[in-house]
């Protein structure tokens, strides 16, 4: 059985475990990182400090959900893994793991930093930002296609499955059996199209802003597969935040355009190569699988077992469900085709 840290007792584990020495002055905060874990930030008065990442069983939403507790060690193989595939300091290094206890430890971010998520819902829309993350997508993408050593190590989707298959796209079936064939094909195709590591929690409440440096976080999902759900899965946020703002979406819009203009650039070289698999990172089919998985996890965000905190009213619940099932009805060609038709909903 685990020892669950808490912020009222992991000073005193710390000290155990000879991280903080005996006499050393250290305060605990817990952070609110999403709700599969236990995050929290060490300060330190001498020394740098870090943040410890503690796994759980059972997540923290309404509807019961659990994972396994070894899902922590993907994400700190992937950190460490991207150091080498994102430039320096974008995502924190590892600094000690406890493998009886299922916990790491992490650099800590300036705290002050800013939850690009906090930002959006603020109404402060940095096209930089959202140009930047498309370069860091890109660049994932890109430096792992069809990397063997990737796939040996993370060709294991039972965590994805756990957190996201499951959770968003075989629930939302439940309340729209109408698409359970559609469904079940949009994972059959997720399954043959496994080409690059993917994330699949490429999200506003995990990208940390600071001055101008951006940080990564929360890498439990990763699995080598197919980068349109990474697409999909981002874009989504973009799209339900145009929605949520409703006259001014158009400004989430423009930074779903400079996202997908700088990913796409920073791909670009599989896209021209001709070489044997590329043809699935080429742009016409690359934004055909990307929108269905738009799609489905737009609407997983109002039916799914993981719902947005932001739309609580019925109305704005509903055109997320309309638009979400017209992708999937009559599906757009293009990412900007997929714009246009929301602009044109929410103007009418």
Aim: glycine residues 4%; aromatic residues 10%.
């Amino acid at each position: 059985m685990i020892r669950e840290i808490t912020a009222d007792t992991v000073i005193n584990y710390l000290k155990e475990m000879q991280q903080l020495s005996p006499g050393e002055e250290a305060s605990a905060e817990a952070l609110a990182w999403g709700v599969s874990n236990i995050v929290i930030r060490i300060d330190r008065q001498a020394g740098d400090d870090f943040v410890i990442k503690q796994s759980r069983k059972q997540l923290r939403t309404q509807t019961e959900w659990f994972s396994q507790l070894e899902r922590i060690w993907r994400e700190l193989e992937v950190m460490q893994e991207l150091q080498n595939l994102l430039p320096a300091g974008v995502v924190p290094r590892v600094l000690f793991e406890d493998r009886d206890n299922y916990l790491f430890a992490m650099e800590a971010i300036d705290k002050d930093h800013k939850v690009w998520k906090a930002e959006l819902l603020d109404g402060i829309f940095d096209l930089s930002v959202a140009s930047r993350l498309g370069n860091y997508l890109g660049a994932i993408h890109r430096l792992s296609f069809e990397s063997q050593q990737f796939q040996e190590r993370w060709s294991d989707w039972t965590i994805f499955d756990q957190l996201r298959i499951d959770p968003f796209y075989r629930f939302i079936v439940k309340t729209h059996p109408e698409i359970k064939d559609w469904v079940d094909d949009l994972i059959a195709e997720m399954e043959g199209n496994q080409i690059c590591l993917v994330l699949a929690d490429f999200s506003p409440k995990n990208i940390l802003i600071s001055g101008d440096q951006i940080y990564l976080v929360d890498f439990e999902t990763a699995h080598y597969g197919d980068p349109a759900f990474d697409l999909g899965f981002f874009l989504s946020h973009l799209m339900l935040k145009a929605i949520y703002f409703r006259e001014r979406g158009a400004h989430c819009i423009r930074l779903v355009e400079c996202f997908w203009e700088q990913y796409l650039a920073e791909i670009q070289s599989l896209s021209d190569s001709g070489d044997k698999g590329t043809d699935k990172m080429g742009q016409q089919e690359l934004e055909r699988r990307t929108i269905r998985h738009l799609a489905a996890c737009m609407l997983a965000r109002v039916d799914g077992k993981s719902t947005v905190d932001y739309l609580c009213e019925p109305g704005l619940q509903d055109q997320v469900r309309s638009f979400a099932l017209s992708l999937i009805l009559d599906p757009p060609s293009t990412i900007h085709q997929s714009t246009l038709r929301l602009s044109e909903m929410q103007n009418s």
